[in-house]
């Protein structure tokens, strides 16, 4: 956090204070600089910093929702807004924060989207925009409290389903998920006798026509995930459903459609015509979703294949396709779906990296540098304390942190803030912005060791699979019954960075980074392990997601044979499904 000249000696004074155990003394003395700077940004991300050493956390909530506040309109200022009319024009209000989301700076653009949501009754696309620019920061519970209602607006699809999104990110997320799915599916899905007649081939020996639902191919992790696998497919053709081809890379033997132009009716009849036998959704909930086209059931068969291996409510999709892991728990009855397991992982990783093993990092013998490649959202409490336990217990450790949204100073100064509740040193957190120096490989080629945060939802982040496809070590906490991700350290068989508690978590990574000669011993093995896992090989993944379609459509076309097709004559070539499913 920054300085103001005003109150440089009274703001050290309250720093020292609050880093060394007297916060107490901090809060008299930071109320006192507030009187006569009331709209100081600085001094109220380190009040709310203090009264969170003091454990008055409701109080550190409330400051650090005045320090944003203030900070994200001096943003305005600074930027040559007119703070008043931004105050009180919605239009204009707006208006600069679209110019700020296009930058990332999603503190400012949050007080914008405020404005639209204050003025009357609060439309489902105000609200979305609203808690969308508060997830971006971290801002979990409001951006929850905003988007719940908007979930409210039926006829806006996108809000309701963009809380979905952010659900798991919350307390009780996976049962609570789980209940509002299946609200948002009986709202949305139609009902059987709405079906369309499918008059697909029931032929075993054609390739089946396999359709994708994803918004791009590019962007995100799962996206290029799903790009290398198309290129790994032989027995089926393929046909991507995306937002506009004319972004899209071309990929050999695969047809791309645009849909992003066409309604949900209009999407449906575009791959009813296509005859398409089997119809993936890659995106689950989101406000991006198209999931309303697998509402209207746009194939025979249908199948959710989403990111966070959760339900997506809708009983007009067939198939879940889950980990081992999740098919086997109790979990089961939170989908609506059939599950389809389909092995340790949920699917391959699309951003290889190097199997070459990076050099360990060239800095000072007792200098540590711990890294988190994360999304704000996932830096919950927990993970917050744990990562301030660990740098006090490692005097001469920096924390790196890096993720597009970190551009932002309001973001940057809201962590800190929390840091320094735990006592931490803002000048210990380096922010790592846009640029080459920021790239991933140069972050990865520099620190010792990445911390995954401790939430079960963060274990779905690309950043961690990235750190290992680049042969770095990764901590990570070990998973309770209920959660449905995996973790790839398990996966990998590194045992070593999976902690079975807090304390354990805590005391790995100080051994690790105390220990070079067993962190450089992990780092060796890494990249090679990851490699030959489960998420290097794209190919053996695709045979089995090419047999699973086969299963899934062999037993739809047994299910709905006329009277004809059940003779013999007409059975002959079923005899090759080996499925133990029911088709009854």
Known sequence: MSKTAATDEDLALARAEILYGRAGLAIERLKEMIEVHSFSPVLHYWLSAAYGAEGL?????????????????????????????????????LAVADQFISVDLMGPASLGMARGVMDGEASGAALLGYGATLFAQGRTLEAESALSVGAEDYEFHPAHSAFLSIL????????????????????????????????????????????????????????????????ALCDVSAIVYCDNVDQEMAIPGVTLRSIGHLSDDQAQALILSDAIDVLVDCEGHGAESRLLVMARKAAPVQVSWNPFGVSSGLSTIDYALVTDRVAAAAETMNFVETLWPIGPVLSPFGRGGSIETLEPPVHGV??????????????????????????????????????????????QNSLSSRFAAHGIDPDRLVYLERGE??????IHANVDLVLAPTGPQALFDSSILQALADGIPVMTLGLNDEASATNPL?????????????????????????????????????????????YGDV????????????????????????????SLDGLRGFDSVSSDRSVA
């Open 490 to 534: 398990t996966v990998l068989g590194l045992e070593d960075c999976v902690a079975a508690s807090e304390q354990a978590y805590v005391d790995q990574i100080i051994r690790l980074t105390f220990d070079r000669a067993a962190l450089n011993r992990q780092r060796s093995a890494v990249a090679i392990l990851f490699h030959a896992s489960p």
């Open 57 to 93: 956390y409701d109080e550190q909530a409330e400051t650090l929702r005045t320090a944003q506040a203030f900070h994200g309109l001096q943003m305005v200022q600074d930027n040559g807004g007119d703070v008043s009319l931004f105050n009180t024009d919605t239009g204009y209000a």
């Open 366 to 411: 007792e200098q540590i540098v711990l890294a988190s490649l994360a999304h704000p959202a996932t830096l919950d409490d927990q993970t917050i304390r744990l990562w301030a336990q660990t740098l006090r217990n490692i005097p001469k450790a920096q924390l790196w942190l890096k993720h597009r949204y970190f551009v932002d100073p309001v973001l």
């Open 539 to 566: 190919l053996g993944f695709a045979q089995g997601l090419e047999k699973a379609f086969r299963e899934m459509f062999d037993i739809w076309a047994l299910r709905n044979l006329s009277p004809e097709d059940r």
């Open 437 to 442: 120096t920021s790239a991933t490989a140069v």
């Open 168 to 231: 798991p990110y919350c307390a009780g997320g996976t049962i609570r998920h789980a209940f509002e799915s299946m609200r948002w599916g009986a709202i949305h899905q139609r009902h059987r006798d709405q079906w369309p007649e499918f008059s697909n081939s029931r032929a075993t020996n054609r390739p089946l026509r396999v359709g994708f639902l994803i918004y791009s191919l590019t962007g995100s992790a799962t996206a290029e995930g799903l790009a290398s696998l198309l290129t």
